[in-house]
């Protein structure tokens, strides 16, 4: 490591401002290789391109600095103050930026590919494009940032901050947002398959046209959150909360939703064929022209649902609650109703051929 003394950085710095202004006909393009710049004062420096591979910039102070397509791979830039320092395009892999202040800063199209940014202040951040594969984003505050069309494959985001962050089209396919605060975060068209969001805070989350195929959803909060027409192939989202979701025209098939509380959620022309419904909270929930075919149903509480125009052929519908279900039109062909609480439910128009009903209660209420 190098130490540089103050004049000399001074005019390293100034020499590489006139590189830049000349487009290189004048000056020298700063190299700051395993330079030692441990804490130094670099408050608007202008180090657009810079070389700073290994550098040694913790606590440094690089507030509103120019670090626009700089070279960072592998520098130390921990507990470093970069507030709204311009990092666009800059190369920053398997850089160390734990506990860094990023906030309000331009990282659009950063790379920074296997970077430590545990712990990481990231508020309204702009990271659209950016590649952070592998990246250590775990307990980060990444309040209101941008990641549109990020790359987060793989990245571990355990108990991150992203309430009310921009996540669109963003790719999170196995990354671990185990425990993440996504409250209110736009996740719409993003890829999060075979995620880990276990535990995580959804509330109000749209998640429209997402891919959640084989995610692991188990006691996530959903509540209120948007997942019309994504994809939740095989997820599992066992005792998920769902209260009021909308998942209306969602690919559902073969979902683990067993225990899962669903009441007054829409599932409206869903595909749920061949999903595990056991024990589900589905009170009021909207299941028009929805598919059920061959589903689990087992226990579950429908009572007051919407299932006019249901498709539940062959579906396990025992010890059930449709105590006052719409079933209009739905068809129930062979499917298993033994011991289910029909009581004042429709059915006109309802198919049940072949449908078991011994034990069912069909009796109007007294």
Same mark, same amino acid.
């Given at each position: 490591?190098?130490?540089?003394?103050? !004049?000399?950085?001074?005019?390293?710095?100034? @020499?590489?401002?006139?590189?830049?202004?000349?487009?290189?006909?004048?000056?020298?393009?700063?190299?700051?290789?395993?330079?030692?710049?441990?804490?130094?004062?670099?408050?608007? #420096? @202008?180090? *657009?391109?810079?070389?700073?591979?290994?550098?040694?910039?913790?606590? #440094? @102070?690089? +507030? !509103?600095?120019?670090?626009?397509?700089?070279? =960072?791979?592998?520098?130390?830039?921990?507990?470093?103050?970069?507030?709204?320092?311009?990092?666009?395009?800059?190369?920053?892999?398997?850089?160390?930026?734990? !506990?860094?202040?990023?906030?309000?800063?331009?990282? *659009?199209? #950063?790379? =920074?590919?296997?970077?430590?940014?545990?712990?990481?202040?990231?508020?309204?951040?702009?990271? !659209?494009?950016?590649?952070?594969?592998? +990246?250590? =984003?775990?307990?980060?505050?990444?309040?209101?940032?941008?990641? +549109?069309?990020?790359? =987060?494959?793989?990245?571990?985001?355990?108990?991150?901050?992203?309430?009310?962050?921009?996540?669109f089209e963003a790719d999170l396919r196995s990354a671990k947002l185990s425990q993440a605060n996504l409250n209110k975060a736009d996740l719409s068209n993003a890829i999060l398959y075979g995620a880990d969001l276990q535990e995580a805070d959804l509330i109000q989350a749209n998640l429209g046209g997402a891919d959640l195929s084989e995610a692991e959803l188990t006691g996530a909060n959903l509540q209120g959150a948007v997942l019309r027409e994504a994809s939740l192939c095989d997820a599992n989202l066992h005792g998920a909360e769902l209260r009021e979701a909308d998942l209306s025209r969602a690919d559902l098939r073969g979902t683990d939703l067993r225990w899962a509380d669903l009441t007054m959620a829409d599932l409206s022309l869903a595909d749920l064929s061949e999903a595990n419904l056991g024990g589900a909270k589905l009170h009021r929930a909207n299941l028009h022209q929805s598919n059920l075919g061959k589903a689990s149903l087992f226990e579950a509480d429908l009572s007051d649902a919407k299932l006019s125009g249901a498709d539940l052929q062959e579906a396990d519908l025992k010890l059930a609650i449709f105590r006052g279900a719409d079933l209009s039109g739905a068809d129930l062909s062979g499917a298993n109703l033994s011991e289910a609480d029909l009581r004042e439910a429709n059915l006109q128009g309802t198919n049940l051929s072949g449908t078991i009903l011994s034990g069912a209660n069909l009796d109007p209420e007294p």
């Amino acid at each position: 490591m190098t130490k540089i003394p103050f !004049e000399t950085l001074n005019e390293i710095i100034e @020499n590489h401002r006139l590189w830049l202004d000349s487009n290189g006909k004048d000056g020298v393009q700063a190299n700051l290789r395993r330079a030692s710049l441990r804490g130094a004062d670099l408050r608007q #420096a @202008n180090l *657009g391109q810079a070389i700073l591979i290994q550098a040694d910039l913790c606590k #440094a @102070n690089l +507030s !509103e600095a120019n670090l626009k397509e700089a070279d =960072l791979n592998q520098a130390d830039l921990s507990k470093a103050d970069l507030n709204r320092a311009n990092l666009s395009s800059a190369l920053i892999c398997e850089a160390r930026l734990r !506990e860094a202040n990023l906030g309000q800063e331009n990282l *659009g199209r #950063a790379i =920074l590919i296997q970077a430590d940014l545990c712990k990481a202040i990231l508020c309204q951040v702009n990271l !659209e494009q950016a590649n952070l594969i592998l +990246s250590d =984003l775990g307990l980060a505050d990444l309040r209101e940032a941008n990641l +549109s069309g990020a790359k =987060l494959d793989r990245a571990n985001l355990h108990q991150a901050n992203l309430s009310q962050a921009i996540l669109f089209e963003a790719d999170l396919r196995s990354a671990k947002l185990s425990q993440a605060n996504l409250n209110k975060a736009d996740l719409s068209n993003a890829i999060l398959y075979g995620a880990d969001l276990q535990e995580a805070d959804l509330i109000q989350a749209n998640l429209g046209g997402a891919d959640l195929s084989e995610a692991e959803l188990t006691g996530a909060n959903l509540q209120g959150a948007v997942l019309r027409e994504a994809s939740l192939c095989d997820a599992n989202l066992h005792g998920a909360e769902l209260r009021e979701a909308d998942l209306s025209r969602a690919d559902l098939r073969g979902t683990d939703l067993r225990w899962a509380d669903l009441t007054m959620a829409d599932l409206s022309l869903a595909d749920l064929s061949e999903a595990n419904l056991g024990g589900a909270k589905l009170h009021r929930a909207n299941l028009h022209q929805s598919n059920l075919g061959k589903a689990s149903l087992f226990e579950a509480d429908l009572s007051d649902a919407k299932l006019s125009g249901a498709d539940l052929q062959e579906a396990d519908l025992k010890l059930a609650i449709f105590r006052g279900a719409d079933l209009s039109g739905a068809d129930l062909s062979g499917a298993n109703l033994s011991e289910a609480d029909l009581r004042e439910a429709n059915l006109q128009g309802t198919n049940l051929s072949g449908t078991i009903l011994s034990g069912a209660n069909l009796d109007p209420e007294p």
